[in-house]
């Protein structure tokens, strides 16, 4: 039942210890603003390293060639490994559990890209129809390239939305002509990426067979990237050391030799980072959890010294009949309503500044005042969205109501257990 008069106690107490009740507050608020941004700001850290992970297939293995470091079979170390086309297509026909795989050729030296008088700097890529699987490109226009464009070598493109945005501006491309160091290529369709790295729509994909004949690639591929389907982290493993041993064994170089291979499992490096968010997770709650119960020791000390303070007004009330009871729930609730007070503050802040950070604002102020770099936002991209989950909100306030009602419980007993003719001889 709703007590006016206690109340109206309770807030004259503070507002004759304004600085004392500010400071216990404070303590329990902080705990748990710092509660919120830190589980905030790590959701935000796995949502940024999810999304970048996102980007591509988190089942895959990329493989790059490079020069041995170490002798083999009466081979010197510092020849040069080079993957071709039949390396593609013997891991595609022998390896066991390979789900889509693709090659890569870079066109060498400086590319030149055009639409008529309409110039632009974009990435090449030249690959094979399943890159689509490895990138996760979506379609908005037109067809991604398919084996018969390989197999006839045909002069076809499909075009990143940036650089139909560039060349065409809202205009579309498809069946339109875009020029390569001077040859010219039919787009046939136009993708576009998540939002997490939108330069991968500075992209322009081409048959890997007609840009290598036609940049004098030979039947060179510089990188190889394939799906493993739904393997275990361990099988994945297993599947990239089998890729190492055949190239090992068909080039001719130590197996050992991780200079000459490099082989990238993503469901690998994406498990590893899982467990690392986890400890931070586990580290986080165990520093914001240190910091409530720093708080709230804080909240029982304060309210000790007020027990000791109104240690005659105690003993004035048990001798005018006040039950135990009674003075118990005095202390508490007030110890109560404090903490809850400043936690909730502290969660509201919490919130707010994880809100403001959500909204873009600040990036708008960084950006007005010369405060971030291009460099310094680009890294930027590696955290987004920090949030607290409203379970772990409401989760906080009922802690913070049990930790009220614990800080309070200490002093209030004991000023239960003052006796009225002690507490009217105390000075």
């Known amino acids: 039942m709703f007590d006016l008069d206690k109340w109206q106690e309770i807030f004259t107490t503070i507002r004759q210890n304004k600085l004392r009740t500010f400071l216990t507050g ?81 066109i060498p030296g400086q590319v030149i890209i055009n639409r008529g008088s309409e110039y632009g700097t974009f990435n090449i890529r030249a690959v094979h129809p399943d890159h689509k699987h490895l990138e996760k490109s979506t379609i908005i226009e037109g067809r991604y390239l398919n084996p018969t464009d390989l197999s006839e070598y045909r002069k076809v493109c499909v075009i990143g939305r940036r650089v139909k945005t560039g060349l065409w501006d809202r205009k579309s491309p498809i069946g339109d002509m875009l020029e390569v160091n001077g040859i010219a290529f039919k787009v046939v369709g136009v993708f576009e990426e998540s939002k997490a790295d939108q330069r991968e729509e500075e992209v322009i994909y081409l048959p890997i067979t007609t840009a290598q004949r036609t940049f004098n690639g030979k039947n060179r591929i510089n990188q190889m990237l394939l799906t493993i389907g739904d393997l275990s982290v361990e099988e994945s493993i297993a599947l990239g050391e089998d890729i190492r041993t055949y190239m090992s064994q068909k080039h001719r170089f130590d197996p050992r030799d991780r200079k000459a291979m490099r082989v990238d499992n993503q469901l690998e490096e994406f498990q590893e980072i899982k467990s690392i968010l986890f400890g931070i997770s586990i580290f986080v709650w165990f520093i914001a959890s240190g910091t409530l119960i720093a708080g709230m020791i804080g909240v029982s000390n304060i309210m000790i010294i007020v027990v000791k303070e109104r240690t005659k007004e105690i003993g004035i009330r048990k001798a005018l009949g006040a039950t135990p009871r009674s003075i ?15 936690g909730f503050s502290g969660l509201l802040g919490g919130m707010l500044l994880l809100e403001f950070y959500n909204s873009g604002l600040w990036l708008d102020i960084a950006q007005q005042f010369d405060m971030m770099t291009d460099v310094d936002m680009e890294e930027m991209g590696i955290f987004h969205h920090p949030e607290v989950d409203l379970g772990i909100a409401i989760q906080a306030m009922t802690f913070l109501v049990l930790a009220g009602t614990i800080a309070g419980w200490v002093p209030a007993r004991r000023a239960a257990s003052i006796k009225p003719i002690e507490a009217l001889r105390d000075e």
């Not at 110890?335 to 400043?342: D, E, K, R």
């Open 26 to 106: 404070f303590s329990v608020g902080w705990g748990i603003f710092m509660l919120i941004l830190l589980l905030g700001s790590g959701k935000g850290l796995e949502n940024g390293i999810t999304l970048q992970f996102g980007q591509d297939a988190i089942n895959s293995i990329r493989i790059w060639t490079r020069e041995t470091s170490i002798p083999y079979q009466g081979l010197k170390e510092g020849r040069r490994i080079q993957m071709e086309n039949d390396d593609y297509g013997d891991i595609k026909d022998n390896i066991e559990g390979v789900e889509f795989i693709t090659g890569r050729f870079y």
């Open 328 to 342: 118990i729930s005095l202390i508490m609730q007030e110890s109560v309503f404090i903490t809850v007070l400043a």
